[in-house]
């Protein structure tokens, strides 16, 4: 399974997020952490799941576009 920083997201998305875009969506979207990476200095980082970061990214541009329709709206 491939991982992310959620730096490494942010470079790599596209539609771009900045990283605490990218933080919150993890928040939002309970994104659990696969592991930890080790930089040298200071804390670790968490490590995500690239496939679960993707398709969050993907619900959160859709409904930036949107393309999501909620049950809790009718169209009126």
Known sequence: ???WT???AAEHLDPPLTEDEVRALITIFQVPAIGQRTGGRG???DEYA???ILH???IVIAARHGH???PYVTPG
Do not use: I, N
């Open 1 to 3: 399974m491939t991982g």
């Open 68 to 70: 999501l329709a909620s």
């Open 43 to 45: 804390r670790p980082a």
């Open 50 to 52: 690239q496939d679960a």
């Open 6 to 8: 959620a730096r490494e």
């Open 56 to 58: 969050a990214h993907a």
